[in-house]
């Protein structure tokens, strides 16, 4: 039992890692894609209202698929503003999707450098002054004995820090090899 749950929290580690790692990459790639302003022309009309386009992507037919006249690509302000407001749109969402990358991959980071304390010295502080063979407190500042239902919410802590340190050390272990 005890080396199964010890491989299931190694596997869980394991994820939580290839997730962070996997973030960080995304947030790499959209930025990149960002700052390099990727913007394919010929892309720049492929909307719903029109429904075939020529080898420099301009409109040749309407939504319904009828031919479009010299006439309606002449209104070159109008297809010149619907080209800024897509650009701008496009170059919004890879801004978003950047951001969300890389909050995603800060976010992973912290839950790994939060795993960099053991959960035996975690509530070795000022604040007790007494402990007991498994880091927990037995007694606060003062010399007053811990309440069942303080020892309950410390244990509870202590268990959330056991599976953030040991995904650390995976995550460290790794690094090494």
Request: charge should be positive; charged fraction near 45%; glycine fraction near 6%.
């Amino acid at each position: 039992l005890l080396r199964e749950k010890k491989q299931r929290q190694e596997e869980q580690a394991r994820k939580e890692k290839e997730k962070a790692e996997k973030a960080e990459a995304k947030a790499r790639a959209a930025k990149e894609k960002l700052e390099k302003g990727r913007v394919n022309p010929g892309e720049m009309f492929r909307t719903e209202q029109y429904s075939a386009w020529d080898g420099e992507g301009l409109p040749t037919h309407d939504k319904e698929g009828k031919p479009i006249t010299q006439s309606q690509l002449d209104d070159k302000e109008t297809l010149l503003r619907e080209k800024k407001q897509r650009q701008e749109e496009q170059a919004r969402k890879e801004k978003e999707k950047a951001e969300k990358a890389e909050a995603k991959a800060r976010a992973a980071k912290e839950k790994l450098e939060k795993g960099r304390v053991n959960p035996g010295e975690m509530f070795r502080t000022e604040q007790y002054s007494a402990w007991d063979g498994e880091g927990l407190p037995t007694h606060d500042k003062e010399g007053k004995p811990i309440t069942q239902s303080q020892l309950k919410k410390l244990k509870k802590l202590q268990l959330a820090q056991d599976k953030l340190h040991k995904a650390y050390l995976q995550h460290i272990s790794d690094l090494e090899i």
